[in-house]
């Protein structure tokens, strides 16, 4: 099943997005923030209350693999384990490469 997905500009408009989400019935385990910054994603799940793309989304093999990849392929690792496929992973990465955030949610 594929995720709800928006690309928002910076942290304040990925924490509007959130709390819409949560207005709307999304449970803070089914909100997921991703920017291409492990440091940046780990800050935003934190302060929005949001989940991040983890073992159990992705699976334990993907989450292995990813720990020898570069940040990009984790990125679309990560996007595709939420239900996209490839083309809309690699378009999303690139929009994370030039500093946007992505919002995922999914019942």
């Known amino acids: 099943m594929k995720a709800y997905a928006k690309l928002v500009n910076n942290g304040l408009e990925a924490y509007d997005v959130v709390n819409n989400l949560h207005r709307q019935g999304f449970t803070e385990k089914e909100i997921y923030v991703l920017a291409h910054e492990r ?13 991040k793309v983890g073992i159990s989304e992705e699976g334990m093999f993907e989450t292995v693999a990813n720990l020898f990849r570069n940040r990009g392929d984790v990125l679309r690792s990560k996007i595709e ?12 990465e690139a929009e994370l490469d030039d500093g946007k955030v992505l919002v995922m949610a999914r019942h």
């Open 39 to 51: 440091d940046q994603t780990d800050r935003l799940a934190e302060v929005a209350d949001t989940n």
């Open 81 to 92: 384990s939420m239900g996209f496929d490839s083309y809309e992973a690699s378009m999303y």
